[in-house]
């Protein structure tokens, strides 16, 4: 009875770990604010969303959405973020 106890707890103990870390980084990604063009885009293994360059700083985007074409984020395309939206605005060259 006691390892299926700690079992409970340790699984219990991962589930928490884990929405607290996705929520801690859906709140760093809040913070994001950002407006100029894109320098750099890079993709990091496992990962469907680009880590963009913009003013010389690198933003995840793993959980911002955008408004244009997800699958086309482009050097040279505009972007604007504001502070405490998870929305950004893609304008295209």
Excluded: C
């Amino acid at each position: 009875m006691k390892i299926k106890k700690y079992l409970a707890y340790s699984g219990l103990s991962l589930f928490i770990f884990y929405f607290g870390f996705s929520a801690y980084k859906i709140y760093v990604m809040l913070n994001y604010d950002f407006n100029g063009k894109i320098q750099n885009v890079s993709y990091k293994s496992g990962k469907y969303r680009p880590t963009i360059t913009v003013n010389n700083h690198q933003f995840d985007l793993e959980w911002i959405r955008w408004i244009g074409d997800e699958s086309n984020v482009n050097v040279g395309d505009s972007v604007v973020k504001h502070k405490g939206s998870l929305w950004m605005i893609l304008t295209k060259k």
